[in-house]
């Protein structure tokens, strides 16, 4: 195993839980401030990034496995979609959030923005991991021991 | 996307009907089945949540054309936002008979793809090669549907990435299907770039997105420069997309690469799809009178779809490869497509729409025979298809049949639609143009003949000799297709029709906005007018 880089390792240890937790907060804050699905999707991602980069991709991938984030990016577009199913089935047009909340239209609109941009962050974590996974699954030109 | 909902007063909402969903249920069933497929990831279910999507879209299709065949027009405002604020579906005859072209050749193609797809992309990309096309085929329905000009380019780059993933997928077989595949990419993202600059000039000059209300304010204001640099961005950008004449490279190899099934799925929709907007933002945004649609028609247009006419089909002719063949063809042909969209007249532009929908079936049927010859013989190339007029009888016939409907032979789809071009330039009084339509016909008989004298009057050799018709779940469809050429040449109610009403709708420019389902107050910011 490799021994060096021991700076970067006991950093990234210490970053990645702070990163997810700021993702998370991007994440649903996005209705009050800037930010929502797809800035905190990105910030989700580089967690697992920064995790693959620096004790290696077989790592990171035993904490999501491609096929886990393959579900990943279809799972977000199915909860966007479902949202605008669930609306539809209460009576009301297709994404018209409104129909979570009758009796205060500005509250279901708050609800449905969450669940949408939820599954925009969801889906938006997958791409970036699995951008990620095709290009570092590439056999290396220079293995690490080169170093 | 920190939204302010605002006074209640600006969000409608009402409860509607089912029947008032369909102009939006018909995009949302393929893509929700898309993801789906991925989720459940289950190779045997994939093809059958496409085909059932397909099969649900297509009769939504039917049901939407046959509520606007009296020329009405329905609107749906997504998210109950009224539009022009929210983005507003728009069904009408023009888009309605598109809608069915695309849901009705992918239900069609679809049990064809499962033994083709099965044939020539290994078992491990099934699911997500389904998935795939779920999303071409949501992005192509999204784009007709759509009356929200942003969203067209959204679905255009949903279905065209995709159909990049698709492409590429017959590099199994060849693989030059990478290099097609690039450059379809490259040339696809250009044209989308250049469409979306487009639209951006139309935002700055307009300050809206939805078509009718952009249509709206061009009237007021006239055009400026501003306007003239948006129409020739959208026009070239879609002309790249629908490969007009000069802007076709990535064509030929794209449709020679791609998996049969694909090519027969694109040849019959993407390319027809990427008209109807052309045709879209020609007539409803910019309207049929201004002078820069007149004369971009007169001067660019026409003499664009002479050149393909004649250019392409030359080059047909010498190709060795008969889907290579055929593709060239396919440039061609939207030369007679824009050729009637350019007379500028109600039968030209009846008659431009009509082959949109006969020749999209014809090339089906074609490339579904290709399809087919490349599953028995493992090519399609002129010297291994000798004789398989006596091998492979009703794929032979379906192609053959096929063939006489693109060179228009009288009761086919494809003589319907030529006989109503000629007519048109007659009507007009452009005699020439009438001669050069049946001059270019002469040119598909000859690359048709070269075909036929290879089916039936060679002596099979090697792989060819032991052919056999393919299965049925494969001829059933490609004998669909075929009687579809020939029933259309018959029964010309609906093409006719649909396609008569599609354009006096759009000679009459923009219908103007509209009060929607769920949506049926005013906006106060609205330019509802």
Known sequence: ?147 | MATETGTAQEVVHQAAALADHLPMLVVLVPFVAAPLVVVLGSRGLAWWLAFVASVVSTVIAAALLARVFDGSVISYAIGGWAPPLGIEYRIDAANAFVLLLVAGISTVILPYAKVSVAAEVPKKNHTLFYAAYLLCFTGLLGVTATGDAFNVFVFLEISSLSTYVLVAQGSYRDKRAFTAAYDYLIMGTIGATFFVIGIGFLYMATGTLNMADIADRIAEQGSNRTVRAAFAFIVVGMGLKAAVYPLHLWLPGAYTRAPSAITAFLAGTATKVAIYVLLRFFFSVFQPGFTFTVNTLEIIVIPLAILAMFAASFIAIFQNDFKRMLAYSSIAQIGYILLGVGLLTATGLTAGIAHLFNHGITKATLFMGVGAIVLRVGGSWYDRIDGLGRTMPWTSAAIVLGGLSLIGVPGTAGFISKWLLVQAALEKGWWPIALLVVASSLLAVVYVWRVVEALYLRVPQGRAAEATDPPLMMLIPLGLAALACIWFGFDTRVTIGASQMAAEGLLAGSAGMLDSVGASSALPLGAGH
């Not at chain 1, 880089?5 to 702070?18: A, F, P």
């Not at chain 1, 599954?119 to 974590?125: E, L, M, R, S």
């Open chain 1, 1 to 147: 195993m490799m021994h060096h880089h021991l700076i970067l390792r006991v950093v990234t240890k210490l970053l990645v839980g702070t990163i997810i937790l700021f993702a998370l907060y991007v994440q649903f804050h996005g209705d009050f401030s800037p930010g929502g699905g797809f800035q905190a999707g990105v910030i989700m991602a580089v967690a697992f990034i920064l995790y693959g980069i620096v004790f290696r991709l077989e790592k990171v991938q035993r904490v999501l496995p491609p096929w886990v984030v393959h579900k990943l990016m279809a799972l977000g577009v199915l909860i966007y979609a479902g949202t605008g199913i669930l609306s539809f089935f209460l009576g009301y047009n297709y994404l018209d959030y409104g129909a979570f909340s009758p009796d205060h239209p500005s509250h279901g609109q708050h609800w449905g923005i969450l669940a949408v941009e939820f599954g925009v962050g969801v889906t938006v974590t997958g791409v970036m991991i699995s951008i990620y996974y095709a290009f570092a699954a590439r056999t290396p030109l220079i293995d690490d021991e080169a170093w």
